[in-house]
Protein backbone atom coordinates (compact mmCIF):
# COMPACT_ATOMS: atom_id res chain seq x y z
CA UNK A 1 0.00 0.00 0.00
CA UNK A 2 1.44 3.60 -1.40
CA UNK A 3 1.68 5.81 2.18
CA UNK A 4 1.45 9.76 0.62
CA UNK A 5 2.04 12.75 2.48
CA UNK A 6 0.52 15.95 1.31
CA UNK A 7 1.82 19.58 2.44
CA UNK A 8 -0.80 21.55 2.79
CA UNK A 9 -3.66 19.59 3.07
CA UNK A 10 -5.97 21.89 4.74
CA UNK A 11 -6.24 24.65 1.43
CA UNK A 12 -8.47 23.59 -1.36
CA UNK A 13 -5.87 22.34 -3.91
CA UNK A 14 -4.80 19.96 -0.71
CA UNK A 15 -8.20 18.59 -0.16
CA UNK A 16 -9.04 18.19 -3.64
CA UNK A 17 -5.74 16.53 -4.60
CA UNK A 18 -6.61 14.60 -1.60
CA UNK A 19 -10.16 13.61 -2.98
CA UNK A 20 -8.55 12.90 -6.24
CA UNK A 21 -6.58 10.18 -4.90
CA UNK A 22 -9.57 8.86 -2.92
CA UNK A 23 -11.29 8.44 -6.09
CA UNK A 24 -8.68 5.40 -7.56
CA UNK A 25 -9.41 2.28 -7.59
CA UNK A 26 -6.44 1.20 -5.54
CA UNK A 27 -6.24 1.61 -2.04
CA UNK A 28 -3.68 3.60 -0.20
CA UNK A 29 -2.86 5.66 3.15
CA UNK A 30 -2.46 9.46 3.15
CA UNK A 31 -1.49 11.93 5.26
CA UNK A 32 -1.50 15.15 5.21
CA UNK A 33 0.25 18.37 7.34
CA UNK A 34 -0.79 22.11 7.42
CA UNK A 35 0.21 24.72 9.50
CA UNK A 36 -3.54 25.91 10.17
CA UNK A 37 -5.62 23.17 12.52
CA UNK A 38 -8.70 24.47 11.48
CA UNK A 39 -8.45 23.62 8.45
CA UNK A 40 -6.91 20.35 8.25
CA UNK A 41 -10.14 19.12 9.56
CA UNK A 42 -11.48 19.36 6.45
CA UNK A 43 -9.88 16.76 4.02
CA UNK A 44 -10.09 12.84 4.19
CA UNK A 45 -7.26 11.93 5.46
CA UNK A 46 -5.70 9.13 7.57
CA UNK A 47 -3.42 11.11 9.91
CA UNK A 48 -3.16 14.95 10.59
CA UNK A 49 0.05 16.62 11.19
CA UNK A 50 0.40 20.29 11.78
CA UNK A 51 4.00 21.90 11.21
CA UNK A 52 5.95 25.43 11.11
CA UNK A 53 5.11 27.35 8.31
CA UNK A 54 7.53 26.74 5.33
CA UNK A 55 9.21 30.01 5.35
CA UNK A 56 10.97 28.48 8.73
CA UNK A 57 12.93 26.42 6.62
CA UNK A 58 14.69 24.13 8.94
CA UNK A 59 11.96 23.69 11.42
CA UNK A 60 9.55 23.12 8.88
CA UNK A 61 12.00 20.21 7.41
CA UNK A 62 12.32 18.71 10.43
CA UNK A 63 9.30 18.45 11.55
CA UNK A 64 8.68 16.86 7.78
CA UNK A 65 11.09 14.29 8.21
CA UNK A 66 9.93 13.44 11.61
CA UNK A 67 6.38 13.07 10.07
CA UNK A 68 7.87 10.60 7.54
CA UNK A 69 10.02 8.68 9.59
CA UNK A 70 6.87 8.10 11.95
CA UNK A 71 4.14 7.22 9.48
CA UNK A 72 6.66 4.98 6.95
CA UNK A 73 6.13 7.95 4.12
CA UNK A 74 6.86 6.75 0.61
CA UNK A 75 5.95 9.96 -1.18
CA UNK A 76 5.83 13.35 -0.79
CA UNK A 77 3.43 16.22 -2.72
CA UNK A 78 3.84 20.10 -1.71
CA UNK A 79 1.09 22.00 -2.77
CA UNK A 80 1.49 25.71 -1.91
CA UNK A 81 3.57 27.16 -3.81
CA UNK A 82 6.08 28.24 -0.80
CA UNK A 83 5.89 24.57 0.28
CA UNK A 84 6.70 23.88 -3.41
CA UNK A 85 9.95 26.23 -3.34
CA UNK A 86 10.98 25.13 -0.20
CA UNK A 87 10.72 21.51 -0.28
CA UNK A 88 12.57 21.68 -4.08
CA UNK A 89 15.64 23.56 -2.52
CA UNK A 90 15.56 21.22 0.41
CA UNK A 91 14.81 17.98 -1.65
CA UNK A 92 17.72 15.85 -0.70
CA UNK A 93 17.58 16.66 2.60
CA UNK A 94 14.08 14.79 3.00
CA UNK A 95 14.06 11.19 3.63
CA UNK A 96 11.39 10.64 0.82
CA UNK A 97 10.44 10.41 -2.92
CA UNK A 98 9.08 13.57 -4.71
CA UNK A 99 8.43 14.18 -8.51
CA UNK A 100 9.24 17.52 -8.97
CA UNK A 101 10.50 19.52 -12.18
CA UNK A 102 14.24 20.74 -11.86
CA UNK A 103 15.26 22.94 -8.92
CA UNK A 104 16.05 25.32 -11.68
CA UNK A 105 12.53 25.02 -13.20
CA UNK A 106 10.89 25.51 -9.85
CA UNK A 107 13.08 29.26 -9.27
CA UNK A 108 12.52 30.51 -12.65
CA UNK A 109 8.77 29.95 -12.02
CA UNK A 110 8.82 31.72 -8.74
CA UNK A 111 9.87 34.64 -10.53
CA UNK A 112 7.22 35.80 -12.58
CA UNK A 113 9.17 38.38 -14.68
CA UNK A 114 11.74 36.08 -15.18
CA UNK A 115 9.54 33.23 -16.30
CA UNK A 116 8.54 36.16 -19.03
CA UNK A 117 12.21 36.32 -20.20
CA UNK A 118 12.41 32.97 -20.56
CA UNK A 119 9.48 32.17 -22.43
CA UNK A 120 10.14 35.33 -24.95
CA UNK A 121 13.48 34.25 -25.20
CA UNK A 122 12.51 30.91 -26.72
CA UNK A 123 9.84 32.64 -29.16
CA UNK A 124 6.91 31.41 -26.61
CA UNK A 125 4.16 34.24 -27.00
CA UNK A 126 3.83 36.29 -23.69
CA UNK A 127 2.48 39.46 -22.89
CA UNK A 128 4.84 42.39 -22.13
CA UNK A 129 6.03 42.95 -18.73
CA UNK A 130 8.14 45.82 -17.02
CA UNK A 131 9.92 45.29 -13.25
CA UNK A 132 9.45 48.11 -11.56
CA UNK A 133 12.48 49.39 -9.59
CA UNK A 134 10.98 51.70 -7.35
CA UNK A 135 8.15 54.02 -7.35
CA UNK A 136 9.88 56.54 -9.60
CA UNK A 137 10.08 53.85 -12.37
CA UNK A 138 5.90 53.41 -12.23
CA UNK A 139 5.59 56.32 -15.00
CA UNK A 140 8.39 54.68 -17.31
CA UNK A 141 6.76 51.24 -16.56
CA UNK A 142 3.37 51.80 -17.06
CA UNK A 143 4.44 54.09 -20.53
CA UNK A 144 6.45 51.05 -21.79
CA UNK A 145 3.60 48.87 -21.24
CA UNK A 146 0.63 50.66 -21.63
CA UNK A 147 -2.61 51.15 -20.35
CA UNK A 148 -5.04 49.59 -19.16
CA UNK A 149 -2.50 47.61 -17.13
CA UNK A 150 -2.39 44.43 -14.91
CA UNK A 151 -0.64 44.67 -11.63
CA UNK A 152 1.21 41.62 -10.10
CA UNK A 153 3.50 40.59 -8.59
CA UNK A 154 6.68 38.37 -9.70
CA UNK A 155 6.10 35.71 -6.43
CA UNK A 156 3.30 33.65 -6.86
CA UNK A 157 2.74 33.38 -3.34
CA UNK A 158 1.58 36.83 -3.36
CA UNK A 159 -1.22 36.37 -6.26
CA UNK A 160 -2.51 40.24 -5.62
CA UNK A 161 -3.17 40.98 -9.29
CA UNK A 162 -5.04 43.77 -10.14
CA UNK A 163 -6.55 45.58 -13.66
CA UNK A 164 -5.83 49.79 -13.35
CA UNK A 165 -6.29 52.25 -15.75
CA UNK A 166 -4.59 55.01 -14.02
CA UNK A 167 -1.04 55.79 -13.01
CA UNK A 168 -2.74 56.63 -9.72
CA UNK A 169 -4.97 52.95 -9.12
CA UNK A 170 -1.24 51.26 -9.75
CA UNK A 171 0.40 53.55 -7.17
CA UNK A 172 -2.45 52.75 -4.27
CA UNK A 173 -2.73 49.12 -5.08
CA UNK A 174 1.36 48.92 -4.75
CA UNK A 175 0.87 50.93 -1.50
CA UNK A 176 -1.85 49.24 0.23
CA UNK A 177 -0.02 45.66 -0.21
CA UNK A 178 2.82 47.23 0.84
CA UNK A 179 1.66 48.47 4.01
CA UNK A 180 -0.37 44.79 4.48
CA UNK A 181 2.99 42.65 3.64
CA UNK A 182 4.62 43.69 7.08
CA UNK A 183 7.85 44.59 4.74
CA UNK A 184 8.04 41.06 3.21
CA UNK A 185 7.40 43.46 -0.45
CA UNK A 186 9.07 45.81 -1.77
CA UNK A 187 8.21 47.97 -4.74
CA UNK A 188 10.70 45.58 -6.89
CA UNK A 189 8.58 42.96 -6.53
CA UNK A 190 5.98 44.20 -8.12
CA UNK A 191 5.58 44.05 -12.37
CA UNK A 192 3.43 46.01 -14.80
CA UNK A 193 2.10 43.85 -17.55
CA UNK A 194 -0.01 44.38 -20.55
CA UNK A 195 -3.58 43.89 -19.90
CA UNK A 196 -5.15 41.14 -22.18
CA UNK A 197 -8.70 41.35 -22.28
CA UNK A 198 -9.61 37.45 -23.79
CA UNK A 199 -10.26 33.86 -22.39
CA UNK A 200 -8.44 32.49 -19.56
CA UNK A 201 -6.98 29.07 -20.38
CA UNK A 202 -5.30 26.89 -17.98
CA UNK A 203 -3.58 23.68 -19.79
CA UNK A 204 -2.95 20.86 -16.96
CA UNK A 205 0.11 18.29 -17.91
CA UNK A 206 1.67 15.57 -16.68
CA UNK A 207 5.55 14.77 -17.41
CA UNK A 208 7.93 11.40 -16.53
CA UNK A 209 11.64 11.83 -17.42
CA UNK A 210 11.29 14.68 -20.64
CA UNK A 211 8.57 13.06 -21.80
CA UNK A 212 4.82 14.33 -21.64
CA UNK A 213 2.06 12.04 -20.56
CA UNK A 214 -0.82 13.71 -20.87
CA UNK A 215 -2.41 17.45 -21.05
CA UNK A 216 -5.39 18.93 -20.96
CA UNK A 217 -6.76 22.01 -21.76
CA UNK A 218 -9.64 24.57 -19.88
CA UNK A 219 -11.33 27.61 -19.86
CA UNK A 220 -12.14 29.95 -17.20
CA UNK A 221 -15.83 31.43 -17.44
CA UNK A 222 -16.72 32.99 -13.98
CA UNK A 223 -14.74 33.47 -10.63
CA UNK A 224 -15.11 33.57 -7.59
CA UNK A 225 -16.07 37.37 -5.72
CA UNK A 226 -15.57 36.32 -2.38
CA UNK A 227 -11.66 37.06 -2.46
CA UNK A 228 -9.86 40.81 -2.02
CA UNK A 229 -6.51 39.70 -3.52
CA UNK A 230 -8.07 40.53 -7.08
CA UNK A 231 -11.39 42.73 -6.97
CA UNK A 232 -11.14 42.87 -11.00
CA UNK A 233 -11.73 39.01 -11.49
CA UNK A 234 -8.93 36.96 -11.31
CA UNK A 235 -7.52 33.92 -8.64
CA UNK A 236 -9.63 30.81 -8.30
CA UNK A 237 -12.12 29.90 -11.14
CA UNK A 238 -15.76 29.19 -9.79
CA UNK A 239 -16.70 27.86 -13.51
CA UNK A 240 -14.91 26.48 -16.27
CA UNK A 241 -15.02 24.31 -19.82
CA UNK A 242 -12.71 21.65 -21.00
CA UNK A 243 -11.19 22.88 -24.46
CA UNK A 244 -9.22 21.18 -26.97
CA UNK A 245 -6.75 23.19 -29.30
CA UNK A 246 -3.79 22.30 -31.13
CA UNK A 247 -1.70 25.36 -30.65
CA UNK A 248 -2.78 25.76 -27.33
CA UNK A 249 -1.36 22.35 -27.22
CA UNK A 250 1.84 23.43 -29.16
CA UNK A 251 2.54 26.57 -27.26
CA UNK A 252 2.34 25.36 -23.59
CA UNK A 253 4.82 22.52 -24.10
CA UNK A 254 6.71 24.99 -25.72
CA UNK A 255 6.65 26.82 -22.56
CA UNK A 256 7.61 23.69 -20.72
CA UNK A 257 10.49 23.06 -22.38
CA UNK A 258 11.38 26.47 -21.85
CA UNK A 259 12.18 25.80 -18.44
CA UNK A 260 13.13 22.22 -18.04
CA UNK A 261 14.58 20.54 -20.55
CA UNK A 262 13.81 17.09 -19.11
CA UNK A 263 10.48 17.93 -17.31
CA UNK A 264 8.69 15.65 -14.33
CA UNK A 265 5.89 16.08 -12.26
CA UNK A 266 2.92 18.64 -12.84
CA UNK A 267 3.40 21.93 -14.89
CA UNK A 268 0.05 23.78 -15.43
CA UNK A 269 0.55 26.74 -17.84
CA UNK A 270 -1.61 30.00 -17.63
CA UNK A 271 -2.67 31.64 -20.69
CA UNK A 272 -4.45 34.52 -21.80
CA UNK A 273 -5.67 35.99 -25.35
CA UNK A 274 -5.02 39.09 -26.82
CA UNK A 275 -7.79 41.39 -28.44
CA UNK A 276 -7.49 38.93 -31.48
CA UNK A 277 -7.17 35.76 -30.06
CA UNK A 278 -4.02 35.42 -30.08
CA UNK A 279 -2.69 33.04 -26.86
CA UNK A 280 0.06 34.33 -24.68
CA UNK A 281 1.46 32.55 -21.75
CA UNK A 282 1.48 34.39 -18.75
CA UNK A 283 3.32 31.84 -16.18
CA UNK A 284 3.72 28.32 -15.41
CA UNK A 285 2.07 26.68 -11.95
CA UNK A 286 4.56 24.10 -11.16
CA UNK A 287 5.43 21.16 -8.70
CA UNK A 288 1.56 21.48 -7.52
CA UNK A 289 -1.97 21.16 -9.05
CA UNK A 290 -4.54 23.89 -9.63
CA UNK A 291 -7.73 24.57 -6.82
CA UNK A 292 -9.92 22.66 -8.95
CA UNK A 293 -7.71 19.83 -9.39
CA UNK A 294 -10.95 17.51 -8.82
CA UNK A 295 -12.40 18.71 -11.93
CA UNK A 296 -10.25 15.72 -14.43
CA UNK A 297 -11.04 13.04 -12.11
CA UNK A 298 -15.06 13.73 -12.06
CA UNK A 299 -14.65 13.66 -15.76
CA UNK A 300 -13.06 10.23 -15.58
CA UNK A 301 -9.54 10.88 -15.71
CA UNK A 302 -8.01 10.60 -12.94
CA UNK A 303 -4.82 13.28 -13.17
CA UNK A 304 -3.42 13.25 -9.85
CA UNK A 305 -3.47 9.62 -10.05
CA UNK A 306 -1.93 9.59 -12.83
CA UNK A 307 0.91 11.84 -11.22
CA UNK A 308 1.09 9.68 -8.41
CA UNK A 309 1.39 6.46 -10.57
CA UNK A 310 4.11 8.20 -13.09
CA UNK A 311 6.45 9.09 -9.62
CA UNK A 312 6.08 5.37 -8.67
CA UNK A 313 7.61 4.54 -12.00
CA UNK A 314 4.33 2.52 -12.54
CA UNK A 315 3.56 3.27 -16.07
CA UNK A 316 1.10 0.50 -17.12
CA UNK A 317 -1.74 2.68 -17.59
CA UNK A 318 -3.57 4.21 -20.51
CA UNK A 319 -4.49 7.76 -21.76
CA UNK A 320 -4.52 9.93 -24.20
CA UNK A 321 -1.56 12.23 -24.17
CA UNK A 322 -3.13 15.41 -25.73
CA UNK A 323 -6.84 16.48 -24.74
CA UNK A 324 -8.34 13.22 -22.98
CA UNK A 325 -11.89 14.45 -21.99
CA UNK A 326 -14.31 15.79 -24.74
CA UNK A 327 -15.06 19.74 -25.05
CA UNK A 328 -17.79 21.44 -23.00
CA UNK A 329 -17.48 19.79 -19.84
CA UNK A 330 -18.32 22.00 -17.35
CA UNK A 331 -17.00 22.33 -13.20
CA UNK A 332 -19.21 24.77 -10.92
CA UNK A 333 -18.45 25.34 -8.21
CA UNK A 334 -19.37 27.76 -5.39
CA UNK A 335 -18.85 28.67 -1.70
CA UNK A 336 -20.28 26.00 0.79
CA UNK A 337 -21.28 23.76 -2.32
CA UNK A 338 -20.41 20.55 -3.51
CA UNK A 339 -19.58 20.96 -6.78
CA UNK A 340 -21.22 20.05 -10.03
CA UNK A 341 -20.25 18.20 -13.56
CA UNK A 342 -22.32 19.12 -16.40
CA UNK A 343 -21.46 16.94 -19.73
CA UNK A 344 -22.38 18.89 -23.13
CA UNK A 345 -24.62 21.69 -22.19
CA UNK A 346 -26.75 19.47 -20.34
CA UNK A 347 -28.27 22.03 -18.29
CA UNK A 348 -31.04 21.01 -16.03
CA UNK A 349 -32.59 24.77 -16.06
CA UNK A 350 -35.35 25.61 -18.05
CA UNK A 351 -35.96 29.74 -19.38
CA UNK A 352 -39.15 31.28 -17.40
Not at 128 to 133: A, G, M, V
Not at 152 to 179: C, G, H, N
Request: glycine residues 6%; charged residues 25%.
Amino acid sequence: MKRVLVTGAGGSAGINFVKSLRMAQEEMWIAGTDANRYFLELPPLDARYIVPRAKDVERYIAALNRVIAKERIDFLHPQPDIEVEVISENREKLNVRTFLPSKDAVRICHDKFESNKVFRNAGVPVPKSSKLESEDSLSESLEEVGLPAWIRTRDPRYSFAMRVETKEQARLWIDFWLSKSNGELKWEDFTVNEYLPGRVIGWQSIWKDGELITCQGRVRLEWFKTSPVSPTGAGTSAVQMTISHKLLDEIATRAVRAVDKKPNGVLSVDLVEDAKGNMCVTEINLGRFYTTCLFFPACGVNVPYIYLLCAFGEMNFQVEKFSPIPDGYYWIRNLDADPVLVKGEKWRSIEA
